[in-house]
């Protein structure tokens, strides 16, 4: 057994390697790892004792000779490669080389060999954009919404597109949550990302941990069973359970309390978004973890056992909150990434996506008794709600799909997809149904014409628009047609705006402003 793995030294990846090399059935390990990357010596010392089973291809995903060179004579594929916030936001290319055109390789490689290996995509939560108060759970099939400016959340969109789309026999996408890793608190003290959480954004996590020991039991499992009906060929959602569903607020908070604080000790709220975020809470998230019994920690515990293993946290308990403020949390206002320098620097289009205008921004110039936290039981608009119930899977109010996502596969019909592109403001050109993995041709709100899988349409969220081929965000125009999307998008714009979001040719964020039909 042969398994090749992308994005191994990545913090997933290495929670996925130091789980799959206990499994003894696999014979060989082929990983592609950049040649500057210098985590990969750290890892061939710590698994020295496997290196006859290893095999490192240097080179990059962006390499159509690489992949192919990689994927050569395997039976699996794991994709876990990513360029993903902030060196996505720094380096677009380097985003848009592996998130999509080397994702494009490997499926290409995989299309080109008789014998396929076995496909494990990862992608992402981001693809369904931002969310709040009002449909904060959601499952595979809710339509993606990446957030304006975002290029790892478009890329990802276009590479998973391209799993689902592609002819490799055997594949299945599994879209990460927000993930805990050890790398948590220094990873996000480097650059202004931090600020682009929501406070009431609704994130479910998962730690690396869960995810390595979902990769290696994904592996065991399919090694003694046929899993052709229940997984490949499939759209998953990777949750981390009921308890792991948070706010960005519980997150920052859990993180401040390492050394003494809260989030309010070091945080105002003008710091941070109010909008154009991603994430949401699994409704389905239970799906994955009972094919493969993978969720084992919580955020509550990950925290812990973080302050066991960097016990110099404590010592922040002993310093000054202001000072910490001061040279951890507030020097980051220079940074192009955060909130406060779009505002300095005069970035309209950045603070219309992020806030909804400079005036918005201003008004959040004020104590935290002034600011709507949902757990604090108030909703954005200052109404009373209850958080705890708002948790509750019971209680998930969903959106309407214009097809029942829980219909099997074999009671799927022609007028399915007819309503489901009519509910995107589309049509259906094609004239008959020939089955979920077929492709059909369509029209979308805008009169472009594409073509997809009823799989990809009915079950996976996609319905093509702009995004999928340039860096446009055209979803003020698209809510005003697409009946599918506006329950989301509407949740956080108001149906009078109508901005059209873009990169320029130097990924300078653009925004156009216009009255449209």
């Known amino acids: 057994m042969v398994v090749a793995i992308t994005g191994i030294t990545g913090n997933m990846g290495q929670a996925t390697l130091s789980e799959v090399v206990k499994i003894n059935e696999i014979d060989k390990f082929k990983f592609l790892v950049l040649p500057d990357d210098k985590r990969i010596k750290k890892l061939l010392k710590k ?9 490192i291809i240097y080179g990059n995903i962006k390499d159509r000779e690489i992949c192919e060179k990689l994927v050569k004579d395997t039976d699996y594929v794991i994709n876990l490669a990513a360029v ?5 936001d720094k380096f677009p290319i380097k985003a848009i080389e592996c998130n999509q055109i080397g994702v494009d390789n490997l499926v290409s490689a995989i299309e080109n060999m008789e014998k396929q290996p076995k496909l494990i995509h990862i992608s992402t939560v981001a693809l369904y954009g931002n969310r709040n108060y009002k449909h904060p759970w959601g499952r595979v099939g809710d339509p993606l919404l990446v957030s304006p400016f975002d290029i790892y959340s478009a890329t990802k969109l276009r590479g998973e597109f391209r799993v689902l789309e592609s ?12 993930m805990l890793h050890n790398n948590m608190l220094s990873d996000n003290i480097s650059d202004g990302l931090m600020f682009h959480t929501c406070f009431n954004a609704p994130l479910e996590w998962v730690t690396a941990h869960d995810s390595g020991v979902l990769i290696a039991n994904i592996l065991r499992k399919d090694m003694k069973e046929d899993l052709s009906n229940v997984f490949w060929k499939k759209c998953f959602n990777i949750g981390g359970g ?12 859990d993180g401040f309390k390492l050394i003494g604080g809260s989030a309010k000790d070091f945080f105002k709220p003008y710091y941070n978004a109010i909008r154009n975020f991603h994430g949401m809470w699994f409704y389905d998230g239970q799906n994955l973890n009972e094919l493969f019994n993978y969720q084992s920690e919580t955020a509550t515990k990950f925290w812990k056992d973080l302050l066991k293993t960097h016990s110099y946290y404590k010592m922040g308990k002993i310093v000054p909150k202001s000072l910490i403020s001061t040279l951890v949390i507030k020097r980051l206002f220079k940074d192009d990434n955060s909130p406060a320098y779009w505002a300095k620097h005069n970035d309209h289009a950045r603070m219309v996506a992020y806030f909804g205008g400079e005036e918005k921004y201003k008004s959040l110039f004020e104590p935290w008794d002034k600011f709507n936290l949902l757990v604090e039981n108030k909703n954005d608009e200052g109404e009373k709600i209850d958080y705890q119930n708002l948790r509750k899977i019971e209680n998930a109010k969903l959106i309407d799909y214009m097809f029942d996502l829980d219909k099997k596969d074999s009671e799927i019909t022609y007028n ?7 509910g995107h403001g589309g049509k259906l050109l094609s004239k008959e149904y020939k089955g979920l993995y077929e492709k059909y041709d369509f029209e979308n709100a805008d009169g472009e014409k594409f073509t997809a899988t009823a799989y990809s349409v009915l079950k996976a969220g996609h319905f093509y628009n702009k995004i999928y081929k340039e ?18 998008w509407l949740d956080s714009h108001d149906i009078n705006e109508n901005n059209l979001y873009y990169f320029d040719d130097n990924f ?3 925004m156009e402003t216009k009255e449209r039909n």
């Not at 993903?84 to 996505?88: A, E, L, N, V």
């Not at 860096?471 to 989301?488: E, G, P, T, Y």
């Open 167 to 178: 002819k490799v026999k055997t594949w299945a996408v599994l879209r990460q949550s927000a």
């Open 47 to 55: 698994y020295k004792n496997f290196r006859n089973k290893l095999e």
């Open 242 to 253: 009921s308890e792991n569903c948070l706010t960005g607020f519980d997150t920052l908070n």
């Open 416 to 422: 399915d997809l007819v309503k489901v592109a009519e």
């Open 508 to 510: 300078n964020a653009r």
């Open 471 to 488: 860096n446009v965000w055209d979803f003020d125009s698209l809510a005003k047609k697409d009946k599918i999307i506006a329950q989301i």
């Open 84 to 88: 993903i916030p902030p060196h996505s």
